[in-house]
């Protein structure tokens, strides 16, 4: 009477540190036919889902689970999400994947997470652990493994690495970033992001043994902080809150990313990424890509104060109230602390 046991899905956990260049990597690859039968689960820190906005041409494929690190608070929503996928596909509600990539946050320990997959009864029947392939960044690898144990943890356990960001890295970057990866994971075969392919992302690797104890503590004082607004900012206002929250953040702010609602184009978004000090040109997406045209942003950073962020995102996005330094106060005298400033 019982059906045969479904083959298991294989599935392959896509991680890196935060602005490593993962979303890059599934952009360019999701638009390959290998990848056409693959479901996609982006998880992403903060309470305001970016990511998943900004990986395109995957409308119908895509669940993105906002909120949160994966390896601190949503171990259960992976679980559930997991299921559910299983669940639709069983019931015909969604095509039929035949494999999922799921990108972690970029502050996951992937230990968890591949404990949850290999030790979940039924999760464990249901998919196959296919490879873990972490993206590294040739020009911010060894300063992030450095500092954070997470981001060495995400090299230690790969498969495979694939090395980002080769076309801006100096020589000197490139070659420090190849000496860690030699450090910490000698046997993982390096590519390179920009050649990469699809097939080569979901290839299954050999049976390896993996260290899945848990690092020691959490993520330090890492959080992160999400930003909303509904009225448009004028592009000098944005440029202008950038540079301000470069200037006295920048050692602690690890990522900026998000949509932006740009005065007079009230069609399309600036999409912002930042990442420590580098900010990529903002560029305008061709239209938004839901119901939601406000401006979101998430700030991810260590030991960043949630308040000090909010009021200068307030002074910039013309919400700026009494206890909040109105935008001209601020650019006079933008670094100089005093009561009641952002700085004193
Ligand atoms: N020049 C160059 N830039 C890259 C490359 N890969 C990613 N970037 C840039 O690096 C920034 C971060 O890239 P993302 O793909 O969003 O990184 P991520 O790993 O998904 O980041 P999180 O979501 O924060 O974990 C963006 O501005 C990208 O355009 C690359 O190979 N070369």
């Given at each position: 009477?019982?059906?045969?046991?479904?083959?298991?899905?294989?599935?392959?956990?896509?991680?890196?540190f935060l602005g490593a260049g993962k979303t890059t990597l599934l952009n360019r690859l999701l638009r390959d036919p290998a990848l056409a039968d693959a479901a996609v689960v982006v998880n992403e820190a903060g309470e305001i889902?970016?990511?998943?906005?900004?990986?395109?041409?995957?409308?119908?494929?895509?669940?993105?689970?906002?909120?949160?690190?994966?390896?601190?608070?949503?171990?259960?929503?992976?679980?559930?999400?997991?299921?559910?996928?299983?669940?639709?596909?069983?019931?015909?509600?969604?095509?039929?994947?035949?494999?999922?990539?799921?990108?972690?946050?970029?502050?996951?320990?992937?230990?968890?997470?591949?404990?949850?997959?290999?030790?979940?009864?039924?999760?464990?029947?249901?998919?196959?652990?296919?490879?873990?392939?972490?993206?590294?960044?040739?020009?911010?690898?060894?300063?992030?493994?450095?500092?954070?144990?997470?981001?060495?943890?995400q090299i230690a356990m790969a498969d495979r690495i694939v090395l980002s960001k080769l076309d801006v890295a100096s020589g000197d970057e490139a070659a420090a970033t190849r000496a860690l990866l030699a450090k910490l994971n000698?046997?993982?075969?390096?590519?390179?992001?920009?050649?990469?392919?699809?097939?080569?992302?979901?290839?299954?690797?050999?049976?390896?043994?993996?260290?899945?104890?848990?690092?020691?503590?959490?993520?330090?004082?890492?959080?992160?902080?999400?930003?909303?607004?509904?009225?448009?900012?004028?592009?000098?206002?944005?440029?202008?809150?950038?540079?301000?929250?470069?200037?006295?953040?920048?050692?602690?702010?690890?990522?900026?990313?998000?949509?932006?609602?740009?005065?007079?184009?009230?069609?399309?978004?600036?999409?912002?990424?930042?990442?420590?000090?580098?900010?990529?040109?903002?560029?305008?997406?061709?239209?938004?890509?839901?119901?939601?045209?406000?401006?979101?942003?998430?700030?991810?950073?260590?030991?960043?104060?949630?308040?000090?962020?909010?009021?200068?995102?307030?002074?910039?996005?013309?919400?700026?109230?009494?206890?909040?330094?109105?935008?001209?106060?601020?650019?006079?005298?933008?670094?100089?602390?005093?009561?009641?400033?952002?700085?004193?």
């Open positions: 009477m019982s059906a045969a046991r479904p083959a298991p899905i294989p599935l392959t956990v896509l991680t890196g889902g970016i990511d998943h906005l900004l990986v395109e041409h995957v409308a119908e494929g895509v669940v993105a689970l906002a909120g949160g690190c994966l390896c601190c608070s949503l171990r259960g929503d992976l679980i559930a999400t997991l299921e559910d996928l299983l669940r639709a596909r069983d019931n015909k509600r969604i095509p039929p994947f035949n494999r999922l990539v799921l990108e972690t946050s970029g502050l996951a320990d992937p230990a968890p997470i591949l404990q949850t997959l290999t030790l979940h009864p039924y999760l464990a029947m249901r998919y196959r652990l296919a490879a873990v392939v972490t993206v590294v960044s040739a020009v911010e690898g060894p300063q992030a493994a450095g500092e954070h144990l997470d981001a060495a943890r000698p046997a993982a075969p390096i590519e390179d992001a920009g050649v990469v392919t699809a097939m080569s992302l979901i290839a299954e690797a050999p049976p390896t043994a993996r260290d899945l104890s848990e690092a020691p503590a959490g993520h330090g004082d890492i959080r992160a902080i999400s930003l909303a607004s509904e009225a448009p900012l004028t592009r000098e206002a944005y440029d202008m809150f950038v540079e301000l929250l470069r200037s006295a953040h920048a050692p602690k702010l690890l990522r900026l990313k998000g949509l932006i609602r740009i005065v007079g184009e009230p069609d399309r978004p600036l999409v912002v990424q930042g990442v420590r000090h580098v900010f990529a040109e903002p560029r305008f997406l061709d239209a938004w890509p839901d119901d939601d045209r406000r401006t979101r942003l998430v700030a991810i950073g260590e030991g960043l104060e949630p308040d000090l962020i909010a009021k200068l995102y307030a002074a910039f996005a013309g919400q700026a109230s009494v206890d909040r330094p109105d935008r001209a106060a601020l650019v006079e005298s933008p670094l100089s602390p005093r009561s009641g400033g952002l700085l004193g």
